[in-house]
Nanobody
Framework: QVQLVESGGGLVQPGGSLRLSCAASGSIFRINTMGWYRQAPGKERELVAD???????NYADSVKGRFTISRDNAKNTVYLQMDSLKPEDTAVYYC?????????????WGQGTQVTVPS
């Protein structure tokens, strides 16, 4: 089993910055993808950004140029640096880790952390 613990959410004014962290522990398959999803009230959960264990990144169009994802494989930790925050970034942000094993996707989620950018 894998446990994900997030930190770093909070309230920030438009144009401000926040850094989210997510530490993974447990039985972690070495080749994996870690990432961040978010869910705003009344909306579906959406991918924000993810990063593979070899460093390949993927971003939602809405955050490109403003958010940066990174990871420390030695610490099994993923980070999301969020700059130039906008009210539309307000959501619960969830950490995700997934990998494929014998053709089956293993998917793990954190408990979520609230990010609020008032309008």
């Amino acid at each position: 089993q894998v446990q994900l613990v997030e930190s770093g959410g909070g309230l920030v004014q438009p144009g401000g910055s926040l850094r989210l962290s997510c530490a993974a522990s447990g039985s972690i398959f070495r080749i994996n993808t870690m990432g961040w999803y978010r869910q705003a009230p009344g909306k579906e959960r959406e991918l924000v950004a993810d990063i593979t264990s070899d460093g390949s990144t993927n971003y939602a169009d809405s955050v490109k140029g403003r958010f940066t994802i990174s990871r420390d494989n030695a610490k099994n930790t993923v980070y999301l640096q969020m700059d130039s925050l906008k009210p539309e970034d307000t959501a619960v942000y969830y950490c995700n880790l997934h990998y494929n094993l014998f053709g089956a996707r293993k998917n793990f989620w954190g408990q979520g952390t609230q990010v609020t950018v008032p309008s």
